[in-house]
């Protein structure tokens, strides 16, 4: 369909570089945000009963049935300058639309639930007998969760950040939205792709696209590759 | 499978190009500014054809014109400006064009104006605007505006170039932004939501709409006919009413 002379001219352009570079950017911050922030929400919904269990799972895992942009407008009336946190979030001098923290939230918010998900459901794998052990052997929570519960848990949580990540880097209805579209700035890989093909640039979208495919794809296969065996904590 | 194909055939629809024909389905695709007159022109066509059925598709003019080019089956195309058909008839997948109406852009911000702007020179100072990429119709004409002006691009708070024109009415709208380039057309269908500041005369970017049948199409009689309506004295009203201009006169 397309040549090798192509894929170089396509990457050669210097929407093509921004994109790529913004979406590398945002994807791996959102990425650090859901791992740091989600494992230890996962470890205690997989390993704690409390009331209203049911609906705070209900609430965190939304985002991964709303459409994109639904999500984006649900964005703006959160973090908007209108918004239900616009006020406060002027007189800290933040206006998040159009901004890269808003692609990176929009990112977060629509992948997040799939990262909390698989990690979930990786520490509900994990034998409680072994967390049960480092507790009688004088071990802290917080020390359970970080050298008993996350190594055992590894390989799902990595499987979880590697999807997580890919979804993140793929988004678009939410971040054209909330963070709209420009160069250098907010225009992700996906938008420029959008534009490209709209705009009559179809081989610099193309180019750009097998990019994409191309990474998502090696990610997915160094985190198998690094798991080694497979199904102990099979994924979903 | 063959009971399948032969149902899809039949439902399909596409109905022969011959006079005496009992009808289908005619294709339009049109740029988004014109989805409020041409719905309602489809229902006079419909009464007017009985048998057939108008499928309208509203889109960016340059995303239609990509679709075509990818072979998208469509018999109508009406665009924005007269660029995208240009591009198309220099591929030969599009016959001739008549021009039949025309848009002008105006300014918008949001109801309660919060930037305060009263002419459009107060961009300069600072506002968030939103406007359109210039790979669609209504960016290209934003630039157009720009220049006549003397404002330089760079040296306004653009915070988003969308790749069409409903997302600057609606970010406008929800007051995130603090003014934004769209059509009349638009600022007339989203009256309360925004306020529109009329641009002077001078600066305007007059917007040429084209239509044309599309090469591959195999309904040409039906898509002739629906330019017919769009062209007659019904289909001038019905697109003054939402608040195109004439078509130019040749």
Known sequence: MFAQGDLAAGLRSSVARDALLISFQTSLISLTAMVLVGTPIAYLLATRTFPGRTIVVTLFELPLVLPPAVAGLGLFFAFGRRGLLGSELSALGLEIPFTKLAVVLAMTFVAGPLYLRQAQSAFTAVEPDLLAAARTLGAGPGRVFLRVAVPVAGEGLGVGAALGWARALGEFGATIIFAGSLQGVTQTAPVAIYLGFEGGQADAAFALGAIMIAISAAVLLLVKLAGGRTSRFAPM | ?250
């Open chain 2, 1 to 250: 499978m063959l009971a399948l194909s032969l149902l899809a055939a039949g439902c399909g629809g596409s109905g022969s190009s011959s006079s005496g024909a009992p009808g289908g389905m005619l294709t339009v695709f049109a740029a988004t500014s014109l989805a409020n007159a041409f719905t309602e022109l489809a229902k006079t066509y419909e009464s007017q054809h009985p048998g057939w059925k108008v499928r309208l598709s509203f889109a960016g003019s340059d995303a239609l014109a990509a679709q075509i080019e990818q072979g998208v089956r469509a018999d109508v195309y009406a665009a924005a400006s007269p660029t995208y058909p240009e591009q198309l008839q220099g591929e030969r997948l599009l016959g001739s064009t008549t021009d039949f109406a025309t848009n002008s852009l105006v300014l918008i911000v949001p109801s309660d104006n919060p930037a305060g702007i009263t002419s459009v020179r107060d961009i300069t100072s600072g506002a968030k605007l939103v406007v359109g990429d210039a790979a669609v119709p209504i960016g290209a004409y934003t630039e157009t505006v720009l220049a006549n002006l003397g404002i330089d691009a760079s040296s306004l708070d653009i915070v988003s170039r969308e790749p069409t024109v409903t997302p600057i009415v609606q970010k406008v709208g929800l007051g995130e932004a603090d003014a934004g380039f769209v059509y009349v057309t638009d600022a007339l269908a989203a009256c309360c939501e925004v306020k529109p500041i009329p641009l002077p005369a001078a600066a305007q970017a007059p917007a040429v709409y084209p239509i044309g049948v599309v090469s591959e199409s195999n309904q040409a009689k039906a898509a002739q006919q629906w330019i017919d309506l769009v062209t007659s004295s019904r289909g001038r009203h019905t697109l003054g009413e939402f608040g195109f201009g004439p078509a130019p006169s040749s």
